[in-house]
C-alpha cells in the first residue's frame, strides 16, 4: 500500500473509511458486544472510536480518539451497558480527525436523544451546511455525520415517527451512507439508495445485530442473515424487524475497491467472499502480465491473497518477502524524506533468506503517489532481490473519491502524470503491470450487485461538484 507524502501515521497509507456496528438485544450487554465487534472492524478505522447505550430509554455514550484497545477500559464499558447500543470506528474521510468528530453523534433535541454512526461520505456537503445554517442550525463538527443527524431530527419535528424521519432525511441526501440510528426505543439502520458501502443485519440468538462487514457478526458469535438492499431502512422495535424500502430505486454500486483493499478478508460481501475476489484478482493479473520469474510475494496485508492468486494461475512460487510489524501504532512522523523512508523499514522488512538471488514478483493493491512503492521495492534489492516486477491488483488511480475513501484529487496521482514507463521507472521496477479495467469487471463473479469503479474510470453513479484536496 503507497504512502502518502505528508506527515501521516505511519501505519497508515490509503485510508480505510469508517465502520458501524449495532445490536438490539433484550438480555442486554449491548455496549460489550459492540466493542467485540468494533475490534473486529478496527482495520476500517483507527483514529477514533465510540460506542452509545440505551438502558430503560436511557442513552449514555463514550468516544474518544484511539484504538478500541485504547479507548474503552472494562468500567467504561460496564457503565454504558444497555439493551440497544451503536459504535463506530473512525478514519476521518471529511473533517478533521479530533475528538469532537468521533462518532457516535450524540443529539438531545425536543422529541429525545438520537445515536448516530456513518460510513460514507455526503456529496456537496458544502452546500448542504450552509443550506441548514441559514435555517439556523449550528453544527459542533466538521463531519458530514452531523448533518445527517441534524437532517433527521429536523424531519422528526414533521414525522410521526423516528423511521419515517430517516426515510424522509435520507431520501434528500446524496452520496455514501450506511447508517446506524438509535433512539430510546428503536434502532434503525439504513443504506444509502446507491448502496456505496456495505451494511449487513445478523442475528446471535435473540439479538439483532448490524455491521460494516460480516466479520464482526461472526467475530461476536452471531450469523449473518443478509445484507441491506440500497436504499432500505430497516427497524428494529421490541425484537421486531420491519423493512422500510420507499427509498430503493432498484440501482446498486457497491464500491469495488471494498474487495482489493477496504474488507476484511474473511468479510462476505453481497455474497462474494473478499479474500476470494483477490485471489481472483491476482490470478487475472496473471494471466494480463506474465513474466518469468521465481517468487511471487505479496506486500502486507491486502496484497498478499492476491499474491496468492498470481502464484496460483502462474504457477511460480508463493513466497513470504516481508515480515510486518503488527505494532507499529499510531506515532506521528516527521514529513522530511528521510522519516517516510524510516516509517517504511519500522513498518516493513524483507526476508533475505526468501529473496535473495531470486526474480521476484512483488504484488501490491494500489499505487497513490508511488513514493512508497518505490521504497518497497528497495527493501526487496537491499535483501538480495535480483529482479523486482510490480504487479498491482487493481486498475491505475485516474479520478479520485467522493464517496468516503481518501483517494486524492488528480494533481497527487501519479497515474495521471506519468504513463506506465514512467512509474515503473519512478519506482525502480523491472516491469510493472495493473489489473485491467476489464477484469476489475470479473474479480468478483459472485457479488449480487452493481459496483462504483469511479476512482479507476473517472465516471461516477452519481453526479459530483468538487475536487477532493
Ligand atoms: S470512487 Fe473508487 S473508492 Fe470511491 S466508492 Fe467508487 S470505487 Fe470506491
Keep these: ?83 440497544m447500543a451503536v459504535g463506530h470506528v473512525r478514519y476521518a474521510t471529511t473533517g478533521a480527525g479530533e475528538r469532537e468528530n468521533a462518532q457516535p453523534l450524540t443529539i438531545k433535541y425536543v422529541k429525545g436523544t438520537l445515536a448516530v454512526v456513518h460510513n460514507g461520505n455526503l456529496v456537496g456537503i458544502d452546500r448542504l451546511r450552509q443550506e441548514f445554517e441559514y435555517k439556523g442550525a449550528i453544527f459542533h463538527t466538521t463531519s458530514d455525520s452531523e448533518l445527517i443527524a441534524y437532517a433527521i431530527a429536523q424531519a422528526r419535528l414533521h414525522c410521526g415517527s423516528v423511521e419515517q424521519a430517516v426515510c424522509r432525511a435520507t431520501a434528500e441526501l446524496k452520496g455514501a451512507f450506511s447508517l446506524l440510528v438509535m433512539s430510546p426505543q428503536k434502532l434503525i439502520a439504513c443504506r444509502d439508495p446507491w448502496g456505496f458501502r456495505p451494511l449487513c443485519m445478523g442475528r446471535k440468538g435473540e439479538a439483532i445485530v448490524f455491521a460494516s462487514e460480516s466479520c464482526a457478526i461472526q467475530a461476536v458469535g452471531g450469523h449473518v442473515e443478509r445484507e441491506l438492499e440500497p436504499g432500505e431502512i430497516v427497524v428494529v422495535q421490541d425484537g421486531e424487524i420491519r423493512s422500510i424500502r420507499d427509498n430503493c430505486r432498484g440501482e446498486s454500486h457497491l464500491c469495488i475497491f471494498e474487495y482489493i483493499y477496504f474488507a476484511r478478508p474473511d468479510s462476505v460481501i453481497a455474497g462474494q467472499s473478499v479474500h476470494q475476489a483477490r485471489v481472483n484478482a491476482g490470478r487475472l493479473l496473471a494471466r494480463e502480465h506474465p513474466v518469468e520469474a521465481d517468487l511471487v510475494v505479496g506486500v502486507p496485508d491486502s496484497g498478499l491473497d ?40 519500522i513498518k516493513l522488512s524483507a526476508l533475505a533468506s526468501e529473496v535473495a538471488g531470486k526474480r521476484v514478483v512483488m504484488v501490491d493493491d494500489s499505487i497513490v503517489r508511488g513514493t512508497t512503492c518505490r521504497q518497497i521495492i528497495n527493501l526487496l534489492r537491499e535483501a538480495g532481490a535480483t529482479q523486482v516486477h510490480m504487479r498491482v491488483s487493481a486498475p491505475p488511480f485516474i479520478a479520485p473519491c467522493y464517496f468516503g475513501t481518501d483517494i486524492p484529487n488528480r494533481e497527487k496521482l501519479i497515474a495521471c502524470h506519468h504513463s506506465l514507463e514512467e512509474i515503473q521507472h519512478l519506482a525502480g521496477a523491472d516491469s510493472l503491470g495493473y489489473l485491467s479495467l476489464e477484469s476489475l469487471d470479473k474479480l468478483a463473479p459472485d457479488a449480487k450487485c452493481g459496483f462504483c469503479r469511479g476512482c479507476f474510470t473517472g465516471e461516477y453513479p452519481i453526479e459530483v461538484e468538487e475536487e477532493n484536496s
Design 1 to 83: 500500500m503507497d504512502l502518502p507524502q505528508q506527515a501521516q501515521p505511519i501505519n497508515q497509507g490509503l485510508h480505510e473509511e469508517c465502520g458501524v456496528f449495532g445490536i438490539y438485544d433484550p438480555a442486554g450487554g449491548c455496549a460489550q458486544t459492540t466493542y467485540y465487534g468494533l475490534y473486529a472492524l478496527q482495520h476500517r478505522g483507527q483514529e477514533a472510536c465510540g460506542i452509545a447505550a440505551i438502558n430503560n430509554r436511557e442513552q449514555s455514550f463514550y468516544k474518544d480518539v484511539g484504538l478500541v484497545s485504547e479507548v474503552f477500559q472494562r468500567e467504561t464499558l460496564e457503565r454504558l451497558n444497555g439493551t
Design 306 to 345: 492476491a499474491a496468492r492468486g498470481y502464484a496460483l494461475e502462474s504457477g511460480i512460487p508463493l513466497g513470504m518477502g516481508f515480515v510486518k510489524n503488527r505494532y507499529v501504532g499510531r506515532t506521528f512522523i516527521t514529513p522530511d524524506q528521510a522519516s517516510r523512508e524510516q516509517a517504511v523499514r
